[in-house]
Structures are given as C-alpha cells and as structure tokens.
C-alpha cells in the first residue's frame, strides 16, 4: 500500500517549501536584528536603546501580517488557494531581497530605517497569507485520518526555516571578521533568500487547487467579502483561535531572537557559539511537532494543544532564571525544552485551526486567527523581554512565557464551549 505521503507528495513539498521560506526570511531579520541592526540603522544613546529600536521595526511585520490575512485571505477565499499562495510568496521574498541593498544611517540617515521598515511592513504583509494558505494546501488534501500528519508537513518549515537562516548567519560569522560582518556579511542571508523564492514559485505552480475548494465553489459562489462574514458568523471564534496561537510564539521568539541578543551582549557568549547553542536546540522543535501530529491523529489536535499550554505554564518558572543562570549548557538544556514544548502548541495548529471555519471562508478565518495571535505572542514578546530584563534581570522574563500559555488555555478552553465536538 502506497502512504498517502508519497501520493500526495508533490502538495505537501509545496507546503513545506512555503513555510520554510517564510520562516527563513523572517528568522534572518530576526538574527539580523539581534545581531547588527542596531547600531547600523537606529542611532541612539545606548546599546540597549538600539537593540530595542531594532526589535521595535522587527515587530512591524506582525502588525503588518494581519492585514496581509485580510487582504490574501480575501483572494483565497474567492480565486483559490493556489495563486493566492504564488501571490504572497513574491511579495515577501522581494521584500526580504530588496533589505540586502539598503543603505546605513551612517550614509543615508533617516532614510536608511524608513526603507528599512517599509521593507519589514512588505515581509509581514506578504507573510499574513503564507501559512494559512500553506496550511490549507496540506490539510484540504489529506486523507481521512491523516489531517494531523498532514497539517504537521507546512509547521516543520519553522524549524528548517531556522536551520537555513542561523547555519548560514554562523557560517559567514566564522569566515568574517566583526567589522566585514557587520559592513557587509549580513547582507548574504538577504541576498541568499532569492534562491529559495525561485525554488518555491517552480513548486508552486505546478499543483493543482485542493478538492475541499474545489467542492466548496461547486456547490455556492464565492462569498462577496469574507472577512465580513468572518466578523458577522465566526468572530467569537476567531477570538478564541486568536488566543489560543499566543503560546507557540512566544516561546519561539523568546527563544530565538531574545535570547540570541541577551547571550551575545548581557551574557557575553561568543555570537558563534551561541548560535551553534541555538542550532542543537531547534532539532527539539522539530521532533516535539512529529511528536504532536502523530498524537493529534491519534487522541485528537484540540488534546496535544492543551498539553502544550500547561507545558508552557510551568516553562516560564524556571525559563529566565535558567537563561541567566550563566551556564551555556543550562542554556542550551533550556532552549531545547522550550522549542520542545513548542512543538505541541505549534504542531497541531495546522489541523486545528482550519477545523474551525468553513471552507468558504477557511483561509480568512485561519490567516486572522494565527497572525494577529503573532502580534500577541511575538511582536511584543523580544520587547517586553528586553524591558523586562532591563528592569528586574531575566527572571521576569519567564512571566511573558507563563501568562502566554494562560491566554492560550483560555483560548483553547473557549472553543470547547462554542464547539464542543473539539474537546473529543
């Protein structure tokens, strides 16, 4: 018998591929930004006052990103899955692309950072219709009793998304010297994500449109506009998906982005180092998610969430303190376990999400309930952290990760009340 992953095999690439690229692109802004831009883009009064400016414009995107659900989530719901996902991928890797050539503040002045953000703005706006469509594109064809497995394919993007981005940031770190790094060796990630856009548009267009569309435009037309029926019938659910999303970004940009600025200034530690640390710890988000969609075919998506969220709870007592502990193998211990953790709230997402809405309306509704749950989680969450240690050292920082995982309990709680048939 042949696995339902190699008949589908073409779709799950391109879904992959997907996230992948937009992970990758926006975890090298991220690295970029913990690392280097700073003081290349944001003069200011102190290393911490750069480095918050700098998290500031990385949080840009996440603004951008549910307004980018909106206006892709619109197309796909009405024109397909496929075009619209071709659509969002040309946006966000030109955007990616085009930050290799800014020029610095110290040749352009305020120029350099308003291209800088407008550029971010174009990432997140394009990234606003990529994993829900990516998601979309897995779980609309899968087989009866493997939508868990299905929806898992596009989520392993986050961890070889992350690979790609701080293998390569480690690699030109090794061959440059500070000084060419952070002139020009930060530039190659940017320039880099070119090859991957092309990759993904050659995938891309050869798939065809997912039968549950399909289906779904055979027996009613389109709808008119699908946010507004989103707010009109679903937006109390909406709500609940939205909540329910905070938890897995918080521990990823906690993990990533915070703590790689934290390690490599406050802590000290080698930027090498640190990111070799980083590399052996996301092999734990990748198997936490496999881990997830196999139990989430098995019991059901809505079960693994909730022992994510409880999971996450009891992380952010111990996360700080362990961070600052000034140990980089206690470090990296805690690293692992919170991508681990991340896994289960991260995973079955992309089944449980779209269970929630109809296919006419499917990519709306999932788009706006998983990235406005980014502007909750992860748009804040290196901000407040850096606040936070700023003002008390990072053993308040484990409070954002557990009032994270409250918010999505809550979340997941609330669905159960309006579906109940989701708590089985």
Same mark, same amino acid.
């Given at each position: 018998?042949?696995?339902?992953?190699?008949?589908?095999?073409?779709?799950?690439?391109?879904?992959?591929?997907?996230?992948?690229?937009?992970?990758?692109?926006?975890?090298?802004?991220?690295?970029?930004?913990?690392?280097?831009?700073?003081?290349?883009?944001?003069?200011?009064?102190?290393?911490?006052?750069?480095?918050?400016?700098?998290?500031?414009?990385?949080?840009?995107?996440?603004?951008?990103?549910?307004?980018?659900?909106?206006?892709?989530?619109?197309?796909?719901?009405?024109?397909?899955?496929?075009?619209?996902?071709?659509?969002?991928?040309?946006?966000?890797?030109?955007?990616?692309?085009?930050?290799?050539?800014?020029?610095?503040?110290?040749?352009?002045?305020?120029?350099?950072?308003?291209?800088?953000?407008?550029?971010?703005?174009?990432?997140?706006?394009?990234?606003?219709?990529?994993?829900? &469509?990516?998601? *979309?594109?897995?779980?609309?064809? =899968?087989?009866? %009793? #493997? @939508?868990?497995? /299905?929806?898992?394919?596009?989520? +392993?993007?986050?961890?070889?998304?992350?690979?790609?981005?701080?293998?390569?940031?480690?690699?030109? &770190?090794?061959? *440059?010297?500070?000084?060419?790094? =952070?002139?020009? %060796? #930060? @530039?190659?990630? /940017?320039?880099?994500?070119?090859? +991957?856009?092309?990759?993904?548009?050659?995938?891309?267009?050869?798939?065809?449109?997912?039968?549950?569309?399909?289906?779904?435009?055979?027996?009613?037309?389109?709808?008119?506009?699908?946010?507004?029926?989103?707010?009109?019938?679903?937006? +109390?659910?909406?709500?609940?998906?939205?909540?329910?999303?905070?938890?897995?970004?918080?521990?990823?940009?906690?993990?990533?982005?915070?703590?790689?600025?934290?390690?490599?200034?406050?802590?000290?530690?080698?930027?090498?180092?640190?990111?070799?640390?980083?590399?052996?710890?996301?092999?734990?988000?990748?198997?936490?998610?496999?881990?997830?969609?196999?139990?989430?075919?098995?019991?059901?998506?809505?079960?693994?969430?909730?022992?994510?969220?409880?999971?996450?709870?009891?992380?952010?007592?111990?996360?700080?303190?362990?961070?600052?502990?000034?140990?980089?193998?206690?470090?990296?211990?805690?690293?692992?376990?919170?991508?681990?953790?991340?896994?289960?709230?991260?995973?079955?997402?992309?089944?449980?999400?779209?269970?929630?809405?109809?296919?006419?309306?499917?990519?709306?509704?999932?788009?706006?309930?998983?990235?406005?749950?980014?502007?909750?989680?992860?748009?804040?969450?290196?901000?407040?952290?850096?606040?936070?240690?700023?003002?008390?050292?990072?053993?308040?920082?484990?409070?954002?990760?557990?009032?994270?995982?409250?918010?999505?309990?809550?979340?997941?709680?609330?669905?159960?009340?309006?579906?109940?048939?989701?708590?089985?």
């Amino acid at each position: 018998m042949v696995s339902p992953f190699r008949q589908h095999r073409r779709i799950l690439v391109a879904s992959l591929v997907g996230t992948t690229i937009e992970f990758y692109d926006f975890y090298i802004y991220a690295t970029a930004a913990a690392l280097v831009f700073g003081p290349l883009f944001f003069p200011a009064e102190s290393p911490s006052a750069q480095l918050m400016l700098s998290f500031l414009s990385f949080s840009l995107a996440f603004i951008a990103r549910p307004f980018g659900a909106v206006l892709f989530g619109h197309f796909g719901d009405r024109i397909g899955r496929k075009s619209t996902l071709v659509a969002s991928l040309l946006l966000m890797g030109i955007s990616t692309l085009l930050i290799a050539f800014l020029p610095t503040y110290s040749t352009a002045g305020w120029i350099a950072p308003l291209l800088l953000c407008i550029l971010r703005f174009g990432q997140g706006l394009g990234l606003g219709g990529e994993w829900g &469509g990516a998601a *979309l594109l897995a779980v609309e064809n =899968a087989p009866p %009793g #493997w @939508r868990g497995r /299905f929806g898992m394919v596009p989520q +392993l993007g986050a961890p070889i998304g992350f690979l790609a981005a701080n293998g390569l940031f480690l690699l030109i &770190g090794l061959q *440059l010297s500070d000084a060419d790094f =952070a002139a020009w %060796g #930060w @530039r190659i990630p /940017f320039l880099a994500s070119s090859i +991957l856009i092309v990759l993904g548009l050659w995938v891309r267009l050869k798939i065809n449109e997912t039968p549950e569309f399909t289906q779904a435009l055979a027996q009613n037309p389109p709808v008119s506009i699908p946010f507004w029926e989103l707010i009109r019938k679903h937006a +109390l659910i909406t709500f609940a998906g939205t909540f329910t999303v905070v938890a897995c970004f918080a521990i990823f940009y906690l993990s990533t982005a915070f703590a790689l600025a934290h390690g490599t200034t406050t802590l000290g530690y080698d930027r090498e180092q640190f990111l070799i640390t980083q590399l052996a710890a996301i092999a734990f988000l990748a198997a936490g998610i496999i881990i997830a969609g196999i139990r989430a075919d098995k019991a059901s998506a809505n079960q693994v969430l909730s022992w994510g969220c409880a999971a996450t709870i009891g992380l952010g007592l111990t996360f700080g303190p362990a961070l600052g502990a000034g140990s980089l193998w206690l470090v990296w211990g805690m690293l692992s376990l919170a991508l681990f953790i991340m896994g289960f709230v991260y995973g079955p997402l992309g089944v449980w999400l779209p269970s929630l809405f109809p296919p006419r309306i499917r990519y709306t509704g999932v788009s706006v309930a998983f990235n406005a749950g980014g502007i909750l989680g992860g748009a804040l969450a290196p901000i407040i952290a850096q606040a936070l240690t700023d003002a008390g050292g990072t053993s308040l920082v484990g409070l954002y990760l557990t009032m994270a995982g409250i918010f999505s309990l809550a979340g997941l709680k609330l669905v159960g009340k309006l579906m109940p048939d989701k708590t089985e």
